[in-house]
Each structure stands twice: as C-alpha cells, then as structure tokens.
C-alpha cells in the first residue's frame, strides 16, 4: 500500500467514525441483542431481573404454544392485507389513476386532503379517528341523520376501525409513487392503444399495469414493511382490544415485554419482527436493482 | 347522459366522495379546535374561540413538551446531517473496498422496522443506565434516522463536480476547507430535504420516546397529548384538537417548505421509519 492511498483510508475512516459508532451502539447493537435475549428469562423486575438465565429455546417453545402469540400472527397478517397491500396501495393507485389528466385545480384539492392525513402525526391520526369513531362521533351522527341506529365501531369492528384510520394515514405515500410512476407511461402508447379500438380496462391492464409493475412490487413491500412496524396507531385507538381483536405482533411484544414484564419472550417476539422485517428488506433491496 | 359524458364524469364523483371521506374526521379537529362547546361530532362552531389555544399555550407543562420535542427533532436532524455528511464524502469521492456492502448494509437498514428493536434497546438503555435521558433518546433516534441520511446525502454528494473540489484544491485548500466552503454549501437542496424528513419523523414519533422517557416532566409532545387523551377520556374535546392543531402545525409546514425541494422528483429512498 503507497502512503496516498493510506492517508486515504485513514481519512475515510475518520469521516466514517462517528456513523460507525452511532450505528454499532445503537442499532447494530440492539438487533445483536435481539438475537442473545431472546434465549433468556430477563424480566422487568423481580429475581430475573437481576440475575438473568440462559434458557434456550423456551420462549420460542412458549410463543409457538402460545394462543395469543398465533391470534396476533392472524392479527397482523389481516392487518397487512386489508390496510397495506388492499386499502393503501389500491386505493393509493386508484387516486392516482383517476387524478391522471384531470383538472388542474380539482387534482390539487383531491391531492392535498390526501395528503393532509399522510402529513399528520401518527398519534394526532389515532386521536381524530377515534373521534370520528365514538358513540358519539361524525359517523354515527351521520347515520343517524340517515334515520338509521349508531354503531359502537370501534368495539364492533375494532380491526376494520385501525384498518381504514392506518389507510387514511398511508395512501398518500402510495398515491405519491403511482403518480410519479403512472407520469412515465408515454402518452403515446395509451393514444395508439385507444387508436386500435382498446377500452379504457384494457388500456390499465394490458398496458399501464404492466409498465409500472416495478413500483407496485416496491410500493408493495415498503408499505408492507411501514405496516408491519405500525404500534401507536393501534395502541392508542384500541390498545390491541377489545380482547385480542387488534392484538399484531408490535402491541403483542409491546404487552409481554412491558406490561407482563417478560422482557426476554417480548425479545423472542421482537426477533419474529425483525426477522419478517429482514426477509422483507432483500425482497425491498433487490426489487429496487441498485447501482451503488 | 351519452357514455362519453359519463366516462368524463365518473372519475371526478368517485374522486369527490373519496376526497369527502379523507376530510371530514380532519375537519372535526380543526372546526372542535376552534369550539368553546366542542363535541365529539363535527359540528360547525356556533362562536369561534381562540381560548383552546390560548389555553393549550399557556400551560408551561405543554410548551415545555413542544420545548422537549423540538430538542429531540432538531438534535437528531442536526447531528444525522453533519454525521451523514462525513459518511458521504469518502463514499461519494473515494473508491474504498468495503463500500459495496457498506452501501447495501445501509440501505438494508433503512427499510427495517424500528418497532422491532424497541424490546431490545430498552434492554441496552437499562444496561448503560440511560433510560429517561433525553440526549441518549436523541442519540438513539439519529442512529435510526441515519442510513436514510446517510443514503440521500451520498447520492446528494454524488451529483456535484468533482472538478469544482479540484479546483479549491489547486488554490490549496484542505479537504476539510473543501467540504464545508464548497461541496456543502452545493447540496443545500438535498441537506434541507434530509433535515425535513428527518425532523417530521422524529416530531411525530410517540414509540420511542414512549418507551425510552419515564419521568413524565421529560415527556416530548407526542407522549403529552397521548397521556391527555389516555387519562382524561376526552372531556375537552377542544383544548385537545388544539393541542393536536399545534402539534400538526410543524409537520404541515415543513411539508410545504420540502416541496420546494422535493420537486425535483420523489424518491423510493427508504422512506420508511413510522
């Protein structure tokens, strides 16, 4: 090694170092961790709290036997289904491809009330929709004002409540992407296709579809993952009742670890997380074909 | 109607009643927050009152949770910028063998859930004794917030000339001189596009410092406005949406100042911590 390419990599290092550093202790680390608590029987307070043992593969024995561990895999699986791949990406591309070619000023409006949920916190989502929700909320005042009796929906349909409030949070993200990605199909093609006699459901599926296949599978895995860590919108509207109806894996985690105490199965759960979070980041990372 | 005519029309009635749909729980908070009477249904205020405000803004324990907030986002915001910056400049400017993998690692990063480490970086906070400090909380996020910084700022770097470097070192300036006087001053546009999105994760996170924070005089203002809603079950319905229209204000204003940056074409870039 010449000693200008090592002032380079003594330079590199030193511009790398702070970045290292944070990276190794504080998300490096904790995922290593994730990895060796898992095996333990930490707890929050008590004997094991002070002295923590190696227990194997007891929690994931525990979790496989547990009820509640397989009511929240079904859990977060509907809840990735209807508000993430149905609700958020369909109706994020069915946005974008209405708003497609149409009036300026309406695209807009449309455009920046959708928007305006993206934009709101997630805790500040949780509080408007759980107003909106009550008893006493604007639904049932509507409903009511229909003729018709009230529903307690966020009892009734607890799941399908933090289902539409995550969709009102997420589309726009969707719809953002399918707009840029719908721009790039030439006009050209759609105006030859329409030239041939194509309808408009073909022109979608046989042309626009295909072109923008990409970012649907990107769309799709990313607003996957967003989902899949989803935790204050349904702890603060339902708290992952009532019961178990929205019980996902984070609430679940959150409830073993925090609430039970059992710092070590939460971890177990924590790594089921991480590790449909991982499998779910190389399907990101190679659906996106970087050139780094 | 002829088909044609309907055919225009349908998609502006579909889009109408979405559009209705995605704004009336938005108007309940906004028209309740400005409601002496507010109530849980939306109802347009018979006197409009600025005293929810007035009263939201006056309690010292809510500004010192705007205060608490603003530490915790603008610190992260700051510091993943200057962080992020270094990083990008050996990985923008020098050929280094481990780049690749570091590339991918980093990228990888960005997409994983932040939730799912949460159990576990309790358990680090507890071990270090950290826990209920708000630096280490603030640490904690700019290490999350960091391979997306990371990420955009090298491909921020990557678009400016190397050529204007190599003449700033003709005239003998340092690396150092180089990066602050020259190529940082070029990548504004992107800095401020990272700084934003960062800081509008980090203001609207109620996980982490939900977790993290114990003493309630730490909370930042996502963990206040919970704990109002939480303990009180909504009884002034008014003082919380103008707490919540406080709170949004930041978000939606940075929002509309990073269009101004973003224009230039949205970005897959991992734009994933919730």
Redesign the interface.
């Known amino acids: 090694m010449n000693s200008s390419s090592r002032t380079?990599?003594i330079?590199?290092i030193f511009?790398?170092l702070?970045?290292w550093f944070?990276?190794l202790?504080?998300?490096i680390?904790?995922?290593l961790?994730?990895f060796y608590?898992s095996f333990t029987n930490?707890a929050l307070t008590g004997a094991q709290a002070q002295q923590m043992q190696f227990v194997g593969f007891d929690n994931f024995v525990t979790m496989f036997q547990d009820a509640n561990f397989r009511i929240s895999v079904v859990k977060t699986i509907l809840f990735l289904l209807l508000s993430a791949i149905i609700g958020q990406q369909l109706?994020g591309f069915l946005?974008a491809f209405?708003?497609k070619e149409?009036n300026t000023t309406?695209r807009r409006?449309?455009g920046i009330?959708?928007?305006?949920?993206w934009?709101?916190?997630?805790?500040?989502v949780a509080?408007?929709?759980?107003?909106?929700l009550?008893?006493?909320?604007?639904l049932?005042?509507i409903i009511h004002a229909l003729g018709m009796d009230g529903v307690t929906w966020l009892y009734t349909f607890p799941l399908i409540s933090v289902c539409i409030a995550n969709i009102?949070h997420g589309t726009a993200?969707s719809m953002?992407?399918f707009?840029?990605s719908l721009d790039d199909v030439p006009k050209s093609i759609e105006e030859a296709a329409k030239m041939d006699g194509a309808s408009?459901l073909q022109i979608l599926f046989r042309l626009i579809v295909p072109i923008v296949k990409g970012s649907i599978v990107?769309n799709m895995?990313?607003v996957t993952?967003?989902t899949?860590?989803?935790?204050?919108l349904i702890y603060?509207m339902t708290g992952g009742g009532p019961g178990t109806a929205t019980q996902t894996l984070?609430i679940f985690?959150y409830n073993q670890?925090?609430v039970n105490y059992q710092?070590g199965y939460?971890?177990a759960?924590?790594l089921v997380?991480?590790l449909i979070?991982?499998v779910?980041?190389?399907f990101?990372?190679r659906s996106?074909k970087?050139q780094? | 109607m002829n088909r044609y005519t309907l055919e225009k029309t349908v998609p502006y009635i579909v889009l109408s009643m979405i559009g209705a749909l995605f704004l009336l729980p938005l108007l309940w908070v906004i028209f309740a927050s400005f409601d002496a009477n507010a109530k849980q249904a939306l109802s347009m205020p018979s006197l409009f009152t600025l005293r929810n405000f007035s009263a939201i803004l006056s309690d010292p324990t809510n500004i010192r949770a705007f205060i608490i907030g603003l530490f915790l986002s603008l610190g992260q915001a700051t510091l993943v910028v200057i962080v992020g910056v270094l990083a990008a400049y050996p990985l923008s400017r020098y050929a280094l063998k481990y780049k690749k993998p570091f590339m991918f690692t980093i990228l990888f990063m960005t997409s994983l859930p932040i939730t799912a480490v949460m159990v576990p970086v309790y358990q680090l906070f507890m071990f270090l004794n950290l826990q209920d400090s708000l630096v280490a909380t603030m640490l904690f996020l700019t290490a999350s917030g960091l391979p997306y910084g990371i990420w955009m700022l090298k491909n921020f770097m990557d678009a400016v000339p190397l050529e204007l470097e190599e003449s700033a070192w003709v005239d003998g300036a340092s690396i150092w001189t180089c990066l602050r006087k020259v190529v940082a001053p070029l990548m504004i546009p992107g800095i401020c596009t990272v700084a934003i999105f960062t800081f509008s994760m980090s203001w609207g996170n109620f996980f982490v410092p939900y977790i993290l924070i114990q003493s309630p005089d730490k909370f930042p203002a996502s963990v206040t406005i919970y704990q109002f809603f939480g303990t009180y079950g909504m009884v002034e319905y008014g003082k919380l949406a103008a707490f919540s229209v406080i709170y949004t204000m930041p978000a939606v204003i940075l929002y509309l100042f990073s269009q101004k940056f973003m224009s230039k074409g949205f970005s897959f870039g991992g734009a994933t911590k919730g």
């Open positions: 380079l990599t330079r590199s511009f790398l702070p970045s944070l990276l202790i504080f998300f680390g904790p995922i961790l994730t608590f930490l109706l946005l209405l708003m149409k309406f409006i449309i009330i959708v928007i305006a949920g934009v709101t916190p997630e805790i500040v509080f408007c929709w759980v107003a909106f009550n008893d006493n909320g604007t049932n005042a009102w993200f953002l992407v707009q840029a408009k990107t895995i990313l993952l967003q899949l860590g989803v935790f204050t603060a984070p985690m670890a925090f710092l939460g971890t759960i924590s997380l991480l979070g991982v779910a980041s190389l990101y990372i996106m970087v780094v």
